[in-house]
């Protein structure tokens, strides 16, 4: 049985190889006639698809110059990723380094960042899938630690925390606990889902993909692993009709197989018609693309097949695959321990045997399961103790960094009331040096009001002092004429004078003496200060003519009155 699906397998390949090179060899061909330049682009990404390995990363760089000399934003991303996932799939991490340079510098926007961000942890996800011991442990440690302090991380880091921590876990065997590890793996990668779900399938597609293939095989209950497996094969089959990717035909095969091997062995579920037919597309796609392989065409269609037989409940065919499969591990070149894995084939053999009433046979494999079961359990309990020292090394990790944000916390406090002290003493002294200021101006202009006032008040002294001086002056300048008139008015009304000198002196004197005396007085003020008399007026002296007795009784009133007569000076 074993020989003739093996046969059938090499049969298939040869066909499959031979197909591929005939593509190839066309567009070989065509390459160099291609008419422009995004055609010879599109020629050679399908080159690229169709080749494997080595292969690939030859025409996935030659695909990359040419993509930067056309400025093609997708070709660039397209070859970048192949180049990538060959590198870090095979350790060659300064290779990658250099490459995920070239990534960060030529891409842009999402793309960029989601390329880089899934090809760091996909290098990160190696170490904890693949190895022990320290350097495993300080990445996981990492991981959960910035999951559990950084609060607003960015969700594209989020996502590369989920994914990696639900790998870390999803290749671990316990058969007495391995629900309780498939519903923490769950978890992890159902969160991831769930914050990937609002992006474009473009930028998401790459973290989905492994995401819903571990869902679909570790859901706790059937239909939640078939829900998972249904939405795995739909998200591919949308992303293979975007406008890009029906131009790629020749892309991997692998995870569309991986979907149609989960749903194959879903038979308690979608029922066994549908089952059934999923399980001949899957041995087709596996026939036809054997290169595609998730792990090798041959377990893969092992491992389908044995799944496929139990869930139908054709126990004696899943017994055989059951044989088939654990020689497969046991015999096949690997570079990692599969003693877990047979032990989970062993416990489906001895429950078919079970089934079939082959008590004997079922014992054997039991007694064999036992002696692998003690090395499994003992490297689970070394995984549990691990897990235990990363989460005891994490939770210390927490409380430290929370006592460090705590005295951050403190110090910043401090700060910022030493901060509030020192612009409140600033904003003081500011005001204590505009108040100064204010002061010494109000101060200067009070010292200028008190000038003025002083001025005001000796202006004020002085104009009442010649007020005073002027009210006198006036006052004997008004009396002194109004003596006059009283003088002459009593010599014009006394009894001695004739009517006949009353009249002359009315005509005479009455009227010329203010007059004359107002000229005087004009003269006197126009005389400069200080300036004397020289000699004796005019008309007085011993040349003085001698007057009448009625000029003598004149003169005699209005000296008098201070007032010489006019004429005689």
């Known amino acids: 049985m074993k020989y003739?699906?093996?046969?059938?397998?090499l049969l298939a390949f040869s066909l499959a190889t031979e197909g591929n090179t005939a593509v190839k060899d066309s567009l070989s061909e065509a390459l160099p006639s291609a008419s422009s330049p995004l055609q010879k682009l599109e020629i050679m990404t399908n080159l690229m698809d169709l080749s494997r390995q080595e292969e690939q990363v030859e025409y996935a760089k030659q695909l990359y110059w040419l993509a930067l000399e056309e400025d093609e934003d997708y070709y660039k991303e397209a070859a970048l990723t192949e180049i990538l996932r060959f590198y870090v799939n095979t350790d060659a991490k300064d290779s990658a380094k250099v490459y995920l340079a070239e990534a960060e510098r030529e891409l842009k926007g999402k793309a960029r960042d989601f390329l880089v961000t899934y090809m760091k942890t996909i290098m990160d996800v190696r170490v904890v899938y693949y190895t022990k011991g320290e350097d495993r442990m300080k990445l996981i440690e990492k991981y959960?630690?910035?999951?559990?302090t950084e609060k607003d991380m960015p969700v594209l880091d989020k996502i590369s925390n989920y994914y990696l921590l639900g790998m870390a876990n999803s290749n671990r065997v316990d058969p007495k606990n391995q629900d309780a590890i498939y519903k923490e793996v769950c978890y992890y990668m159902n969160n991831l889902i769930e914050l990937s779900d609002n992006i474009p399938l473009r930028y998401?597609?790459?973290?989905?993909?492994?995401?819903l293939n571990i869902l679909s095989l570790m859901?706790?209950?059937p239909e939640n692993r078939v829900k998972a497996s249904l939405r795995y094969l739909n998200m591919q089959k949308e992303y293979a009709d975007t406008k890009e990717m029906k131009k790629r035909p020749y892309t991997s095969k692998r995870h569309l197989l991986n979907a149609y091997s989960t749903l194959a062995t879903a038979a308690e579920t979608v029922g066994k018609d549908m089952a059934t037919h999923y399980f001949n597309y899957f041995i087709d796609l596996n026939r036809k693309y054997p290169e595609d392989a998730a792990f090798s065409a041959e377990y893969d269609r092992y491992f389908t097949s044995l799944n496929y037989y139990k869930s139908i409940r054709d126990f004696q065919k899943a017994a055989d695959y059951n044989d088939s499969v654990i020689y497969y591990f046991r015999h096949g070149d690997f570079q990692f321990d599969l003693?877990?894995?047979?032990v989970l084939t062993l416990k489906d053999k001895i429950d078919c045997l079970d089934s079939l009433h082959r008590y004997k046979d079922a014992y054997e494999a039991y007694k064999e399961y036992s002696v692998l079961l003690d090395s499994a359990r003992t490297r689970s309990m070394e995984k549990k103790v691990e897990d235990l020292e990363i989460k005891k090394h994490v939770d210390e990790l927490v409380v430290e960094k929370k006592a460090l944000e705590i005295d951050l916390q403190k110090s910043r406090s401090q700060l910022y009331l030493f901060l509030a002290l020192l612009i409140l003493s600033i904003c003081f002294g500011i005001f204590i040096f505009f108040r100064l200021g204010k002061i010494k101006s109000l101060y200067k202009e009070l010292q200028e009001s008190?000038?003025?006032v002083i001025i005001a008040s000796e202006k004020a002294q002085e104009s009442e002092r010649m007020k005073n001086a002027f009210i006198k002056n006036m006052c004997h300048e008004v009396r002194t004429p109004l003596n006059a008139i009283n003088g002459f008015a009593e010599l014009i009304t006394s009894d001695g004078i004739s009517p006949e000198e009353k009249k002359r002196i009315q005509q005479d004197h009455l009227y010329e003496l203010p007059q004359h005396h107002l000229h005087d007085e004009r003269c006197a003020g126009n005389r400069p200060t200080g300036q004397q008399q020289r000699g004796p007026p005019a008309g007085t002296g011993p040349h003085r003519p001698a007057l009448s007795p009625r000029d003598e009784q004149i003169e005699k009133v209005t000296a008098e009155a201070g007032y010489p007569l006019p004429g005689r000076r």
């Open 4 to 9: 003739y699906i093996l046969l059938i397998y």
């Open 144 to 148: 959960k630690l910035r999951l559990e």
């Open 204 to 211: 998401s597609y790459l973290f989905r993909l492994n995401t």
């Open 219 to 221: 859901e706790a209950t």
């Open 339 to 342: 003693t877990e894995n047979i």
């Open 450 to 452: 008190n000038r003025l």
